[in-house]
């Protein structure tokens, strides 16, 4: 019974990971398997439903009153077929909710001791012409433990009995047995070359050991083996186990033919790389490096360079200004994300290329699928691409490319420079303050401290100019590097911000789904190994 749950729950669970993604039929079928042992173990676990089928003309109803010591069943040329099931309880077991699932309306109650809680079902003959009677032994087979298929000698090869019955229960066996009955109208020795006949044809139907019994109804010949089996089959619960096994094996197997042997795999760095390459050509990685490299050189050396010439470099065009990266610092924007949008326009080579990257990664990811489960995820993919342009832009957005970091340094050679420009100021204002002094009011020289042979405001202008320039020289040097550092490190932010967007709006979903296929595989696998 454990064993049973526990793949009735591998079913379950493999039936949700199937569901929309096989044949609708055969899910309904897995379903309604479900369903029916779901169902029979609520109603009861301690009893063994044993079904009488055969054709008209076969004794199974002489052979139900054999059985059940009675003469509930009307056989005889009165009644020459069974029109309604019939069922008997052995034993004092509650069965009533049981025998209703079943849609049994006649049934009795019968004291015993060796057959304590068989419930026993004289079905209505196979062979009938009435459409209701072929669907209420469908129906009845469907739900049943035990199948007992009694056949007479000269019905005993019936085609409709071997291919419309015993031949679609082959995954069965362990629950049927075999009753040839009426031998007391043959010889011992013809009774035999029947028996190996039959067991011959029911080789050939796929029933690799067939259990038969030879009985005689009329006589009560093999009666008593017949009713020791039942009792044997009710105190092990085999059939009901065994009925139930079958089924889920059956419908686990016609999923697995629906989910294919192949295990689906996962997409990898290699397709993350794909995507995330495709998206960084479509917001213009490239451009964004290269805009960062010369929109921080040029703050660096207006930052750093000398006073009398940095105005210069900042009249050129800030690159970053152009593509709106000024906007994304770590600081943030408070502007709405809809006004807040990248410059970056999915030009349409290169959506094609993010397109064809899309579609080389899904086929890897279809490959291994079966029909109907590569439409589902054709599908996902085709949602996820369209959503794609959007995520990528907003996560342009929403990248801090760092454009800010490092340059704290600034600020010091900043302040130095300006000290340095003030000191040149100085010695300027000196010069042409004596200048004038000089030259319009003829008043004379400032006194002026001579060092060497130079005036000292003279040497404050050279002074400052020249250790000016070599600040903003060497300045010059470092703020190109850190532009290069500053730009790739704005890059694989953004390339970071890309791997992001393509996992989580293409490699996650289309991974869930192909993890989908293996679970219901893996599911499937341990319900048939």
Same mark, same amino acid.
């Given at each position: 019974m454990p064993s049973l749950e526990e793949d009735l729950a591998l079913l379950v669970a493999a039936v949700d990971a199937c569901r929309g993604r096989v044949d609708v039929d055969v899910l309904g079928e897995a379903q309604n398997v479900i369903d029916r042992v779901d169902r029979r173990l609520a109603l009861s676990r301690n009893t063994?439903?044993?079904?009488?089928?055969?054709?008209?003309?076969?004794?199974?109803?002489?052979?139900?009153?054999?059985?059940?010591?009675?003469?509930?069943?009307?056989?005889?040329?009165?009644?020459?077929?069974?029109?309604?099931?019939?069922?008997?309880?052995?034993?004092?077991?509650?069965?009533?909710?049981?025998?209703?699932?079943?849609?049994?309306?006649?049934?009795?109650?019968?004291?015993?001791?060796?057959?304590?809680?068989?419930?026993?079902?004289?079905?209505?003959?196979n062979d009938s012409?009435?459409?209701?009677?072929?669907?209420?032994?469908?129906?009845?087979?469907?739900?049943?433990?035990?199948?007992?298929?009694?056949?007479?000698?000269?019905?005993?090869a019936d085609a409709l009995l071997h291919e419309r019955y015993i031949q679609q229960l082959t995954s069965h066996t362990e629950v049927m047995a075999f009753v040839l009955n009426q031998i007391d109208r043959l010889p011992p020795e013809q009774v035999n070359e029947i028996n190996q006949d039959l067991v011959r044809i029911l080789k050939d139907d796929g029933v690799e050991d067939p259990t038969v019994f030879e009985v005689s109804a009329l006589t009560g010949q093999g009666i008593g083996a017949l009713r020791h089996h039942m009792s044997e089959v009710n105190s092990s619960k085999h059939s009901m186990v065994r009925r139930r096994e079958a089924d889920i094996l059956v419908q686990a197997k016609a999923l697995a033919d629906q989910v294919g042997a192949e295990p689906a795999g996962a997409l990898g760095k290699n397709h993350l790389a794909t995507i995330a390459n495709a998206c960084m050509e479509v917001v213009g990685a490239k451009q964004i490096g290269e805009a960062v490299l010369a929109g921080v050189t040029r703050r660096g050396r207006v930052a750093t360079g000398w006073p009398w010439l940095a105005w210069i470099t900042h009249l050129r065009v800030d690159p970053l200004k152009r593509l709106h990266l000024d906007q994304f610092r770590s600081?943030?924007?408070?502007?709405?994300?809809?006004?807040?949008?990248?410059?970056?326009?999915?030009?349409?080579? &290169? +959506?094609? #290329?993010?397109?064809?990257?899309? $579609?080389? @990664?899904? =086929?890897? &990811? +279809?490959? #291994?699928?079966?029909?109907?489960? $590569?439409? @589902?995820? =054709?599908?996902?993919?085709?949602?996820?691409?369209?959503?794609?342009?959007?995520?990528? =832009?907003?996560?342009?957005?929403?990248?801090?490319?760092?454009?800010?970091?490092?340059?704290?340094?600034w600020t010091g050679v900043r302040v130095l420079q300006w000290v340095v420009f003030a000191i040149t100021v100085i010695g300027l204002g000196w010069l042409a303050v004596d200048l004038v002094l000089r030259a319009f009011f003829q008043f004379p020289s400032v006194p002026m401290l001579t060092v060497g042979v130079l005036p000292l405001p003279t040497w404050l202008v050279i002074i400052g100019a020249f250790i000016g320039l070599v600040i903003a020289g060497v300045s010059r040097v470092a703020v190109v590097m850190g532009a290069k550092a500053t730009a790739t490190k704005a890059v694989s932010h953004l390339r970071r911000?890309?791997?992001?967007?393509?996992?989580?709006?293409?490699?996650?979903p289309i991974n869930a789904e192909l993890q989908r296929h293996d679970t219901a595989q893996e599911l499937l696998g341990q319900v048939l190994g």
């Open positions: 063994t439903v044993i079904a009488l089928v055969g054709a008209t003309g076969s004794g199974k109803s002489s052979l139900f009153n054999a059985l059940t010591r009675t003469a509930l069943a009307e056989p005889g040329i009165s009644r020459p077929m069974t029109q309604h099931a019939m069922a008997v309880t052995f034993g004092d077991t509650d069965t009533s909710g049981l025998l209703e699932w079943l849609g049994i309306q006649r049934h009795y109650t019968l004291v015993s001791r060796d057959l304590d809680g068989v419930v026993l079902i004289d079905l209505v003959d012409v009435s459409p209701g009677h072929k669907q209420e032994v469908d129906r009845l087979l469907d739900v049943v433990d035990e199948f007992f298929w009694v056949v007479d000698p000269q019905k005993y600081t943030g924007s408070q502007e709405e994300p809809d006004l807040l949008r990248s410059s970056a326009v999915v030009h349409p080579v &290169a +959506r094609a #290329r993010i397109d064809t990257a899309i $579609r080389a @990664v899904g =086929d890897d &990811a +279809r490959s #291994r699928l079966p029909h109907q489960w $590569r439409t @589902v995820l =054709d599908a996902l993919i085709k949602d996820q691409a369209a959503s794609l342009p959007t995520a990528i =832009d907003q996560a342009v957005v929403e990248t801090d490319l760092g454009i800010d970091e490092g340059h704290g340094w911000a890309m791997e992001k967007v393509a996992s989580d709006k293409v490699i996650t």
